[in-house]
């Protein structure tokens, strides 16, 4: 087992961060617009 950083390990890296970025892209207005209209309002406005 090799203790250097492999260029594989980073592409892994990068398609474990894109999966997670892009199921937290779709599933939260998802998730809010559910919630209703007013949460997703507030949130908004937080961010």
Same mark, same amino acid.
């Given at each position: 087992?090799? @203790?250097? $950083? =492999? @260029?594989?390990? &980073? +592409? $892994? =890296? !990068?398609? +474990?961060? *894109? &999966?997670?970025?892009? %199921? *937290? &892209?779709? !599933? +939260?207005?998802?998730?809010? *617009? =559910? %919630? *209703? %209209?007013?949460?997703? !309002?507030? &949130?908004?406005?937080?961010?």
């Amino acid at each position: 087992m090799s @203790k250097i $950083w =492999s @260029k594989d390990e &980073t +592409l $892994w =890296s !990068f398609a +474990l961060y *894109g &999966t997670a970025v892009g %199921a *937290g &892209t779709l !599933f +939260l207005p998802i998730q809010l *617009g =559910s %919630a *209703g %209209a007013i949460v997703l !309002f507030i &949130t908004a406005l937080v961010a």
